[in-house]
């Protein structure tokens, strides 16, 4: 079988098949973005790919454009350098949920609060998934990871209200199984002006799924089908209905001065005075 | 044309040597008392086109120095005591990645909190070790202002032409010391501007060298290589592999491409050594106590003279082993409950006696303690 | 030019930081070594602030003040805390407000009103540093009047030369009209 045009233009075949497990998403998320990539039209010489450590991270390995693996929990940290020495490069991190939200929260924040010209997609599946199975920050309450075998006590975060509280000028969520929307959000947030975020919602049925009796990977995307409502369908939903029921769509959405623009006529301004 | 004469500040001449070099992306976390470094990043980057940005903290700092350094910028990123502690993970990536950038660390007293206004030497040994792995360091440090300057400029050298993270090991006193300096002028210090690969060419082995070449020719983002860096072990083409042996090829790179040229990294000042018969060993501000010594000691009529390594790591193995065959007390002098002295121990293995002056605890080593600790050696042996 | 070791001190905001970096200044200028350091931190911040000025003809190696040739203090606190280990024929300028608490083992003291003067006469007391750099170059004789001025000048903001011009005549009188 041929692969698809949109992976040989996008995707470096040599490095293929990916490490993934069978039944994980990563590599249906890892594709949505290379769709949004090819729908925008951006020039591969041009795009990075910036990613942390962990299952997600190792995306951009297989992917056809500049691309840097960092440390745990980093990747912004490294983005906001590169989109600031080169702001004409397109900057797109690929992180996970405890890689985005745990050990790197705090760039997280800091890179909403700047609005800087990044594009976050969080492959969120509410696990550490390279290190066997521990719960995460998106982990809910109650369920079972290796270092939550009673149950996990945490409660988690949501994502694009952290990223939203902070500054975020663009957050969605989308799930791997949504992949129409979820490939329309990745386009609206690249093609966003600042701090955008998408928060992908993935299935690990090697570790979450074995733990929590969720099925195979397949059952856990009928789960997402029949537990995830585009949030504008939700909003209109009788109070019974909601009920357990999550939301995928736009959260957020605001123009606000981007930091790498601001730095520009910064230094224009210092110049023209010298 | 004639040297500019300027009182300037040790964290002062840090900067203006960075701007000599061509650095044009600071991103640092203010920190005690290197803060001066971040200050004057800040207002004077803008006005060459440069980028400075305080990140959320030292991680994030070192983070964004790299990042910009992998889009093809000269970058650098200063911290002390904590923050260096912090920044490690992020050395040993630079290390393997293989990635230029000037780290300075402007030592103060430790460990933890310490003494944030007084100096210290004592992260000279986190310098080499401090992050978890094997790799090798290139760290420098200068005795002077104007060393700071010359010192800043090679640090920058040294990492675009050997692909690496090097560290500027300067301490509170000289960070914070103003003196009288001559500015070098454009074309007086050597600037080495990084190797990069041609552009617009995929790049299938980026990490293969050439015929001739140090190490392979950097791809940066954006000119067309699209390449991949990675912390992982690598072959050739830069993505990640599992195999040992090719750890094992990996390995002697990073380390080869330092040990291979020793000569060309490591300087050392021979200060009043040829006759002499008691040597110190020191680096940065405690050489300058130890100078003073010597010229009193000398005009005593004893012979002391001092080794000063200016490129710390890789220590000056030839050189140590030299004054080991030369003389038959070596001191080291050093502002710390004992480091260096280990290293110095190792290329000495025992043909000459080593000692030890130095303290940690913020008070700088005078010259009448090294006078009596000489006179003290000396008296033992007859 | 033979080594003079300064020891600057005050409370902060009296600009004894200022006073030590236009003195190194203007050795430079005259072609002298000369080196500058200061207290940091908290204890720059409240209480006895201090700065070091070391002016040779040679290299200047120790980076520290050990024996002072010269000390100034213009508070109480600075004067009980740094008017000490001195060399027996230092030169000690004193604010006349500050009694000394003990004997810093030379009799070349001034005791000169220098707060006063910059607050009555000068009519700036944020001058005081410069009076007292302007005695203190009167003592010594390091540099000539223009020297001096030029350097002061270089570090001051623009629109205060004038100020200055009388903080510097104010500083000379001083020293002029002491008794010994």
Same mark, same amino acid.
């Given at each position: ?41 951006? +020039? ?64 997280? %924040? ?49 994502? @694009?209200? @952290? ?27 690249? +093609? ?83 | ?45 803008? #006005?060459?086109?440069? #980028? ?19 889009? $093809?910028?000269?970058?650098? /990123? ?12 992020? %050395? ?10 000037? %780290? ?8 933890? /909190? ?55 090991? /300067? ?15 454009? $074309? ?68 080869? #491409? ?10 050392? &000042? ?82 000459? #006696? ?11 080593? /005078? ?16 | 030019?033979?080594?003079? &070791?300064?020891?600057?001190? $005050? ?42 000025? %070391? ?33 027996? +024929? ?53 540099? +000539?009047?223009? &020297? ?33």
């Amino acid at each position: 079988m041929q692969p698809s045009k949109l992976v040989q233009k996008y995707f470096r075949e040599a490095n293929l098949p990916t490490i993934w497990c069978p039944g994980c998403s990563h590599g249906i998320t890892t594709k949505a973005i290379a769709q949004a990539i090819e729908n925008l039209g951006l +020039d591969k010489d041009n795009t990075v790919i910036v990613s942390g450590i962990g299952c997600s991270s190792r995306a951009p390995g297989y992917m056809a454009f500049n691309t840097v693996h960092t440390t745990h929990g980093r990747a912004i940290a490294f983005a906001t350098g590169i989109k600031l020495s080169k702001p004409e490069l397109n900057v797109i991190v690929i992180t996970g949920d405890g890689d985005a939200s745990a050990i790197g929260g705090n760039h997280l %924040i800091h890179a909403a609060r700047r609005n800087i010209d990044i594009t976050v997609v969080v492959f969120n599946n509410n696990i550490y998934g390279m290190t066997g199975g521990q719960y995460s920050p998106t982990t809910p309450t109650g369920a079972f990871g290796t270092t939550a075998p009673y149950g996990n006590v945490d409660q988690p975060f949501d994502i @694009l209200k @952290l990223a939203e509280g902070a500054g975020a000028t663009y957050t969605a969520r989308g799930t791997a199984y949504h992949t129409k929307q979820l490939i329309s959000y990745i386009t609206k947030a690249i +093609d966003h002006k600042g701090f955008s975020i998408v928060d992908a919602i993935s299935v690990c049925p090697t570790y979450y799924g074995r733990r929590n009796q969720a099925g195979t990977g397949v059952q856990m995307m009928v789960w997402l089908k029949d537990n995830f409502v585009e949030k504008t369908v939700y909003d209109k939903l009788p109070e019974d209905k909601r009920a357990g029921k999550f939301t995928y769509g736009e959260f957020h959405q605001e123009d606000r001065p981007e930091y790498t623009a601001e730095y520009q006529k910064l230094i224009e301004h210092v110049r023209g005075e010298q | 044309m004639a040297n500019k004469i300027a009182l300037m500040q040790g964290n002062e001449a840090c900067v203006q040597g960075a701007l000599y070099a061509g650095y044009r992306f600071y991103a640092g976390y203010p920190i005690t008392p290197s803060t001066e470094i971040a200050e004057l990043s800040a207002l004077e980057l803008p #006005k060459v086109g440069g #980028k400075f940005i305080q990140m959320e903290d030292e991680i994030g700092g070192i983070a964004a120095a790299i990042g910009a350094s992998i889009a $093809g910028t000269k970058a650098m /990123t200063a911290t002390s005591g904590p923050g260096f502690s912090l920044k490690q993970e992020n %050395i040993g990536y630079a290390v393997m990645a293989q990635i230029p950038l000037v %780290i300075v660390n402007v030592m103060r007293g430790g460990p933890s /909190t310490g003494l944030p206004t007084q100096s210290a030497q004592a992260d000279i040994m986190q310098a080499k070790w401090g992050s978890h792995g094997d790799y090798p360091m290139i760290a420098l440090s200068p005795i002077s202002v104007r060393e700071t300057f010359d010192l800043t400029v090679r640090a920058f050298n040294l990492a675009e032409k050997y692909r690496t993270p090097v560290m500027l090991m /300067t301490d509170e006193v000289i960070g914070h010391l103003r003196e009288r300096v001559e500015i070098p002028v454009e $074309g007086e210090l050597e600037v080495f501007d990084r190797i990069t690969a041609e552009a617009g060419k995929l790049r299938r082995r980026p990490y293969e060298k050439e015929p001739g070449e140090i190490v392979p020719a950097m791809s940066v983002f954006g000119d067309g290589n699209r390449t991949h860096t990675t912390g992982l072990f690598y072959n050739e083409t830069g993505f990640p592999s599992n195999s040992t042996e090719n750890a094992k090829i990996m390995l002697d790179r990073i380390f080869s #491409k330092i040990y291979d040229h020793v000569d060309d990294i490591v300087q050392v &000042e021979e200060y009043e050594l040829a006759d002499c018969e008691v040597a110190f060993v020191a680096f940065g501000s405690t050489s300058r106590v130890v100078k003073a010594a010597i010229k009193q000691l000398r005009a005593d009529g004893i012979k002391a003279g001092l080794l000063r390594a200016i490129t710390i790591w890789p220590s000056p193995e030839k050189q140590i082993r030299a004054l080991a065959e030369q003389v038959d007390h070596i001191i080291v002098a050093e502002q710390n409950e004992g480091q260096y002295v280990r290293e110095v121990q190792r290329i000495v293995e025992g043909r000459a #006696k080593v000692y030890h002056i130095g303290r940690g605890n913020g008070e700088i080593l /005078t010259p009448p303690e090294l006078i009596d600790l000489v006179k003290e050696v000396k008296h033992a042996t007859k | 030019m033979k080594h003079i &070791e300064f020891r600057l001190t $005050g409370s902060g905001g009296q600009g004894v930081l200022m006073l030590g970096v236009i003195l190194a200044e203007a050795a430079i200028n005259k072609g002298y070594n000369a080196i500058q350091s200061q207290s940091y931190g908290p204890e720059a911040r409240g209480g006895a602030s201090r700065c070091e000025v %070391i002016i040779s003809g040679q290299d200047i190696d120790f980076p520290e003040v050990q024996q002072p040739d010269v000390l100034l203090a213009l508070t109480q606190l600075a004067a009980d805390k740094y008017a000490r280990d001195l060399k027996a +024929d230092a030169i000690v300028i004193i604010d006349d407000s500050i009694e000394l608490s003990h004997d810093p083992g030379t009799k070349n003291i001034y005791r000169l009103p220098i707060l006063v003067t910059a607050r009555d006469v000068v009519r700036k007391e944020l001058t005081a540093n410069i009076v007292s750099l302007a005695a203190i170059n009167q003592i010594l004789g390091l540099f +000539d009047q223009a &020297e001096l001025l030029e350097a002061i000048l270089h570090r001051v903001p623009k629109g205060t030369e004038i100020l200055n011009q009388r903080a510097v005549d104010a500083g000379i009188e001083l020293v002029q009209n002491h008794a010994g």
